[in-house]
């Protein structure tokens, strides 16, 4: 069982920047390719960013590219997202999820273990 907790959620104006962080136990953190995703209000929830387990290899959503970073500290067990030139349509609740695979993926359904979501939000 993996238990994540996202934090670093807020109101930010258009162009501003913000850092999620995701807290994940338990120690085999390591084991686990780490995702971002997100879901604005009556949409589907959506990729945005992947690290595989050793942090090496990043991918990203085209919507995303240049602008977000992620990144993950295997010995304090988070993974991270900055988010910079933030924009309305970044608005979401932005989750962060776990998969044991190690093929990359960005369906929904392949991460076996989420958390409860952050809130974000980019006034125009």
């Known amino acids: 069982q993996v238990q994540l907790v996202e934090s670093g959620g807020g109101l930010v104006q258009t162009g501003g920047s913000l850092r999620l962080s995701c807290a994940a136990s338990?120690?085999?953190?390591?084991?686990?390719?780490m995702g971002w995703f997100r879901q604005a209000p009556g949409k589907e929830r959506d990729f945005v960013a992947r690290i595989s387990r050793n942090g090496v290899r990043t991918y990203y959503a085209d919507s995303v590219k240049g602008r977000f970073t992620i990144s993950r500290d295997n010995a304090k067990n988070t993974v991270s997202l900055q988010m910079n030139g933030l924009k309305p349509d970044d608005t979401a609740v932005y989750y962060c999820a776990a998969d044991a695979g190690g093929v990359f993926t960005s369906e929904v359904n392949s991460y076996e273990y989420w958390g409860q979501g952050t809130q974000v939000t980019v006034a125009s």
């Open positions: 338990p120690r085999t953190f390591s084991n686990y390719a």
